[in-house]
Antibody
Framework: QVQLQQWGAGLLKPSETLSLTCVVY????????WSWIRQPPGKGLEWIGE???????IYNPSLKSRVTVSVDTSKHQFSLRLTSVTAADTAVYYC?????????????????WGKGTTVTVSS | EIVLTQSPGTLSLSPGERATLSCRAS???????LAWYQQKFGQAPRLLIY???SRATGIPDRFSGSGSGTDFTLTISRLEPEDFAVYYC?????????FGQGTKVEIK
């Protein structure tokens, strides 16, 4: 069964580091790129960063200075670190697939999603 | 950065009616990289349409996507009760994914 399970600390204080991990079950991990997306309360979706099986990353320029996405292919999991958090980083954070290798080409869409982790930043 | 602008912000319709949602890009988007998602309250987004017009697995045929260049449309031919939700368009370009701000389809 295809499943993305994510976990991490849900309550942080300002200036702390957010850490989340997502493990992937039921698909060929190397046939996908993997992303983190967040959604502040009552607002829209914001892409944070993406990684592939080789560890190559791209990041949203608005967050690039604070974000690191990493991968552990042996465990079929990838992780997000966001440093120096503030109240503006309060959001539901989702892990998702973001590219899929199929029929000798890459498709660009996010069809596999975790359930989301609510992260609150408050003193 | 390509900015996606969705309209209207809110669409008030009755079950059985047709819904037409617009997504306009600040510059031309490759159709291969344009997708639509549905999000219900408290849930993760669900992929509806990819490549501007291809339905994702398991998506009913009342959902259709069209458009090219800077103008894309998601059409729901006849609204079912479960279709009332928020819809987002998304694109990829130059190592950056962006989403539109969303259109809420609510029951009139």
């Amino acid at each position: 069964q295809v499943q993305l399970q994510q976990w991490g600390a849900g309550l942080l204080k300002p200036s702390e580091t957010l850490s989340l991990t997502c493990v992937v079950y039921g698909v060929s991990f190397s046939n996908y790129y993997w992303s983190w997306i967040r959604q502040p309360p009552g607002k829209g979706l914001e892409w944070i960063g993406e990684i592939n099986n080789s560890g190559s990353t791209i990041y949203n320029p608005s967050l690039k200075s604070r974000v690191t996405v990493s991968v552990d292919t042996s465990k079929h999991q990838f992780s997000l670190r966001l440093t120096s958090v503030t109240a503006a980083d309060t959001a539901v954070y989702y892990c998702a697939s973001s590219r899929r290798y199929s029929d000798y080409h890459w498709d660009y869409y996010m069809d596999l999603w975790g359930k989301g982790t609510t992260v609150t930043v408050s003193s | 950065e390509i900015v996606l602008t969705q309209s209207p912000g809110t669409l008030s319709l009755s079950p059985g009616e047709r819904a037409t949602l617009s997504c306009r890009a600040s510059q031309s988007v490759s159709s291969s990289y344009l997708a639509w998602y549905q999000q219900k309250f408290g849930q993760a987004p669900r992929l509806l349409i990819y490549g501007a017009s291809s339905r994702a697995t398991g998506i009913p045929d009342r959902f259709s996507g069209s458009g090219s260049g800077t103008d894309f449309t998601l059409t729901i031919s006849r609204l079912e009760p479960e279709d009332f939700a928020v819809y987002y368009c998304q694109q990829y370009d130059n190592s950056l994914w962006t989403f539109g701000q969303g259109t809420k389809v609510e029951i009139k």
